[in-house]
């Protein structure tokens, strides 16, 4: 199975802070990255696919970028509705696997 | 907008079965593959199976393989979940997700969830 390590477990940042988040996969996955957000209590929300096109009616604050392992979620300009817990997704291999997820706060 | 609608959940003893529903409006069902994820309390998400728009390809997690089953009954827009021996372990909310047509690489919409508990 591929695994997906995703970093850090929690952030938290100053409003209009750059934020970034890491995933690292196992082996490489070709591109077939997605970065999810899910607010509390509600379900994941598609941010980026394909590493790093921007799912319809995303903020371009957020932006996708990657290769072959490592691949990184960008905030630029951190707002308060961006809290949340933000996941990583490898679709390139079954089964599909997900990073661990990184908190993020406003600080 | 696309909705996804499960049902089916509830409070299931250890080794009994029980059987989860998605409903899928507002977009063609039998042209999208569709999958299953969960979501232990307070925990990550983990997926667990995934169906081509045809019913023909058919993926598990090796945690629930050999005791889950997933179908769809494209005439009734509907996703199944049908879950036997159950453990605490399997204890999560479920999502039902959508497959995009770009591809089944990633999920584009997800559904509210529908929560399982098994204890005795």
């Known amino acids: 199975d591929i695994q997906m390590t995703q970093s850090p477990p929690s952030l938290s940042a100053s409003l209009g802070e750059t934020v970034s988040i890491e995933c690292r996969a196992s082996e490489d996955i070709y591109s077939n990255l997605a970065w999810y957000q899910q607010k509390s209590g509600k379900s994941p929300q598609l941010l980026i696919y394909y590493a790093s096109s921007l799912q319809d009616g995303v903020p371009s604050r957020f932006s996708g970028s990657g290769s072959g392992t490592q691949y990184s979620l960008k905030i630029s300009g951190m707002q308060p509705e961006d809290e949340g817990v933000y996941y990583c997704l490898q679709g390139s291999k079954y089964p599909r696997t997900f990073g661990g997820g990184t908190k993020l706060e406003l600080k | 907008e696309v909705q996804l609608v499960e049902s089916g959940g509830g409070l299931v003893q250890p080794g009994r079965s029980l059987k989860l529903s998605c409903l899928a409006s507002?977009?063609?069902?039998?042209?999208?593959?569709m999958n299953w994820i969960r979501q232990a309390p307070g925990k990550g998400l983990e997926w667990v199976a995934s169906i081509s728009s045809s019913g023909s390809y058919i993926y598990f997690a090796d945690t629930v393989k050999g005791r889950f089953t997933i179908s769809r009954d494209n005439a009734k827009n509907t996703l199944y979940l049908q879950m036997t021996s159950l453990r605490s372990e399997d204890t999560a909310l479920y999502y039902c997700?959508?497959?995009?047509?770009?591809?089944?690489?990633?999920?584009?919409?997800w559904g509210q969830g529908v929560m399982v508990t098994v204890s005795s």
């Open positions: 507002k977009f063609t069902f039998s042209n999208y593959g």
């Open positions: 997700a959508r497959h995009p047509q770009l591809g089944p690489y990633y999920f584009d919409y």
